[in-house]
């Protein structure tokens, strides 16, 4: 029946909108069954892991899950409720699902972000960094960094090692520090940690504890593109000058350079649509996601 997508064990493929710390309205996406897990903490709310998986499985086809989604949206919306995200948070970890790209790219047609909630468990696989990096908001979680009280607390599957999967999350965070060199609206992107950067070498013999937070990059093809990106962005302020813990953003030619002729705010490598962005501490996914949104607001 319309609008009564159950799955075969009755429970419904999506639920809310719910209010969520982090993601505002969102509705719940039941991508897997209660309760397939790779943990099994010691405070899951949801109680113990009855079936502790390591690897992916078919559990639903995608077309109902969407389905489900969107009935539950039309419904939302028709009724006044306001849906920030569509999240994948299931009673279990959402990336044993083997459709969990499909599914986000599904939902993506239906014009609300796509969210991610994960235990990191899995990032050490290729094809699962490729699903969730489909996703607009990825949230990774991780309790413990020591072998013993990772253990003790996430009670994880013996398949699983806690090397492989802070490797995974590094390799995740890397993937997305790629994301800026890799978006067909930036160009010339200025950061020595990237292998590209003309001074990537010696940037690694002398910055031994990192590469610091400041980069920049062209948007778009003018100074009207800059401006519409700096404008789009909600996490990222707009800023006159840098260095605060969060982040900001400012576009040199029309701020620090703007006591300089017009002619002369160019002649130290700038563009006119040349932005230079301090990152802060806010969680890495959140601020990609909103570059990623700022970004498709640039012709
Ligand atoms: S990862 Fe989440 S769902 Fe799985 S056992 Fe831990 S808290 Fe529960």
């Not at 990106?229 to 707009?238: D, E, G, M, R």
């Not at 620090?256 to 969680?283: A, C, D, N, Q």
């Amino acid at each position: 029946m319309r609008g009564r997508i159950v799955t075969l064990s009755g429970v419904r493929y999506s639920y809310g909108p719910v209010p969520s710390r982090r993601l505002g309205r969102s509705l719940g996406i039941n991508n897997i069954p209660a309760k397939v897990c790779s943990y099994s903490c010691i405070y899951c709310q949801v109680g113990r892991t009855t079936r502790i998986r390591s690897d992916r499985r078919f559990f639903y086809d995608p077309n109902d899950v969407f389905r489900d989604v969107k009935s539950k949206l039309a419904k939302a919306t028709e009724v006044g409720e306001r849906v920030d995200y569509l999240a994948f948070v299931p009673d279990g970890e959402p990336t044993l699902d083997v459709n969990l790209g499909r599914e986000s790219m599904l939902l993506k047609t239906l014009a609300v972000p796509v969210a991610a909630i994960t235990n990191s468990s899995l990032l050490w696989r290729d094809d699962v960094r490729e699903d969730l990096s489909r996703a607009d908001w990825v949230s990774l979680k991780i309790d413990a960094v020591r072998e013993p009280i990772w253990r003790r607390i996430n009670r994880p599957h013996k398949a699983i090692r806690l090397s492989q999967v802070l490797d995974g999350m590094l390799a995740f965070a890397k993937t997305f520090a790629e994301f800026l060199e890799a978006h067909p609206k930036v160009s010339r992107l200025a950061y020595p940690g990237l292998p590209g950067h003309p001074g990537h070498d010696v940037a690694a013999r002398q910055m031994h504890r990192g590469f610091g937070a400041l980069l920049a990059f062209n948007v778009g093809k003018d100074e009207e593109d800059a401006k519409r990106f700096v404008a789009a962005l909600k996490t990222v302020f707009h800023a006159v000058s840098l260095g605060s813990t969060e982040s900001l953003i400012c576009i040199p030619y029309l701020t620090t350079m703007l006591y300089l002729p017009p002619e002369r705010r160019t002649t130290f490598g700038l563009e006119k649509h040349t932005v230079r962005l301090s990152v802060g501490i806010e969680p890495p996914d959140k601020l990609v996601a909103d570059l990623k949104q700022a970004l498709a607001c640039v012709a």
